[in-house]
Every structure is written in structure tokens, then in C-alpha cells.
């Protein structure tokens, strides 16, 4: 609506929450994984845009058709007429099973883990950002533990694809 178009195009008046990485004071080597388009600012935010952009276009999104498909049939393999399902939590899984085989393809082994990882990191961020939390440091170490993990796991999936860029497909 237009409402929220003035209210999210006017960074000035209507100001950006404090980061996660912020709030929870995390390490430095953290704060890359607590740090999205929607939180930049002026040439850091163009130029994260301009290289989404090139990557989620309609081309390279037909291109992952495959992926999409293979993600779905995985994870209906799990559903079995008349079984109640928690929609939440297989919506999840769903968004997980597509979403693992399009960042990181279908050929590096632990595609699948590192997306379990990723959503594991950000659930315990949501809760450890909880206004409503009375005790933060708990939630706060796991999270640097698990964060650390998850930054390891990114930097060799990283190098895995350095490492396999002439043969890799995905």
C-alpha cells in the first residue's frame, strides 16, 4: 500500500532497528551473518542489490527449475495420506529442502546440512533478539558457538566451490 511505501523508502524519518549483531553484541566475525540488503545504506546497499540482482533474475531462477522440483519430490516422500502434519514446521522443511539445493546445488555433499544449520542459527537468533527474554547470556553463547559453526561451514563450502568451479554445476 502506499503506507508502506513511505514508511520503507523513508529511511530518515522512520529510522532502522539496532542489528542483531548489535544488540547482542556479537564478535566480529558474526556480524556478516546478521547482515541483509534490507539493513544497508546508500552505495554498501547498491551494490549488495546489483549483485542480487544478477543472480535472482528470471534466467538464472528458470535455470534452478530442476533444483525446485527435485526439493518438492524429497519432500513430499515424507507425507503419507491421512498423517496430520504441523504446517509450520514442514513448511520449514520444505523451504529448507528447495532453498539448500538452490544456494549451495546438488552436488556438494553436506548441501542439505549447512541449510539445517543456517535455519537452526537464525531461530536461536530470533529468540536470543527476544525483547521478552529475561536472560540473554545463555542464548547469547550458544549463538556465538553456532554462528561460529555456521561461518566455518560457509567459508569451506566457499572453498569447495572455488575448488570445484571448472566441474561444479550448482
Not at 502434519?85 to 546440512?113: H, K, N, P, Y
Not at 537452526?120 to 561460529?148: D, K, M, V
Request: hydrophobic share 40%; proline share 2%; with cysteine.
Amino acid at each position: 500500500s502506499q503506507y508502506n511505501r513511505v514508511v520503507l523508502s523513508d529511511i530518515e524519518a522512520y529510522g532502522m532497528p539496532i542489528s542483531a549483531a548489535q544488540y547482542l553484541s556479537l564478535p566480529r566475525h558474526l556480524v556478516n551473518l546478521n547482515c541483509g540488503v534490507h539493513s544497508m545504506r546508500g552505495k554498501q546497499h547498491d551494490l549488495h542489490q546489483h549483485l542480487l540482482l544478477r543472480v535472482l533474475n528470471e534466467k538464472s531462477i528458470l535455470d534452478q527449475e530442476v533444483s525446485v522440483q527435485d526439493g518438492i519430490r524429497s519432500f513430499l516422500k515424507g507425507w503419507r495420506p491421512g498423517n496430520t502434519i504441523s504446517l509450520l514446521s514442514e513448511m520449514r522443511r520444505l523451504a529448507l529442502q528447495v532453498s539448500s539445493r538452490m544456494l549451495f546445488g546438488d552436488r556438494f555433499a553436506d548441501s542439505e546440512q549447512l541449510g539445517l544449520l543456517i535455519q537452526s542459527y537464525f531461530h536461536l537468533r530470533r529468540e536470543a533478539s527476544s525483547p521478552f527474554l529475561a536472560s540473554r547470556l545463555a542464548f547469547r553463547e550458544e549463538l556465538i558457538e553456532l554462528g561460529t559453526t555456521l561461518d566455518a561451514t560457509l567459508r569451506a563450502h566457499i572453498q569447495w566451490c572455488r575448488d570445484n568451479a571448472t566441474t561444479a554445476t550448482g
